[in-house]
């Protein structure tokens, strides 16, 4: 858990945040882990320039970025991953991954409701690199999303990224 505020007459700007993380290892050939994440971030006074997301960089990865955004947003990922075990040309192993994600986000005009949750499934290649000190892994997602979006968009999107999503 976190909380960020700027102290003055009252609290402005703040936000709250928890966090609860999940990992289960299974010792099979090939190496596999399951991961499950509960992310929930909340804000009051914010400033003009601070927004929150639910969008591909806050976990729902099907959605484009800035898809939905209110002061409060509520975020389950759930991931299994496989690893390959082997090294290719000595610098890359490959594993994969498969991933679902929920979210909600609500605002000051609108509280939280199951009934708009957004949820994506999908696909990913995972490239681990032992030889990078610090963004070891690259990895390629393609996610579907089930519900819309404001802009209208459904459907697939594929990102890229350095990092596990979480």
Not at 88 to 95: A, N, R, Y
């Given at each position: ?5 700027r ?31 509960i ?46 075990g082997?090294q ?8 994969v991954?498969?991933?679902a ?45 089930f ?20």
């Open positions: 858990m976190g909380f960020d505020s102290v003055g007459p009252s609290l402005e700007n703040s936000l709250l945040s928890a966090n609860v993380l999940y990992v289960r290892r299974f010792e099979t050939a090939p190496r596999q882990t399951f991961i499950a994440q992310a929930a971030l909340r804000g009051w006074n914010l400033d003009r320039d601070v927004q929150i997301f639910a969008d591909a960089q806050a976990g729902l990865r099907a959605y484009h970025l800035r898809a939905f955004e209110g002061d409060t947003r509520v975020i389950l990922n759930l991931e299994h991953r496989i690893f390959s082997r290719l040309f000595g610098l890359i192993s490959p594993g991954a498969v991933f994600d929920a979210g909600l986000v609500g605002g000051p005009m609108r509280s939280l409701s199951l009934s708009e949750i957004k949820v994506d499934a999908g696909v990913g290649l995972r490239l681990a690199m032992a030889w990078a000190p610090v963004m070891n892994v690259f990895r390629i997602d393609a996610g579907y999303a519900q819309r979006d404001p802009t209208g968009h459904r459907g697939w999107l594929i990102s890229f990224s350095t990092g596990q999503a979480f």
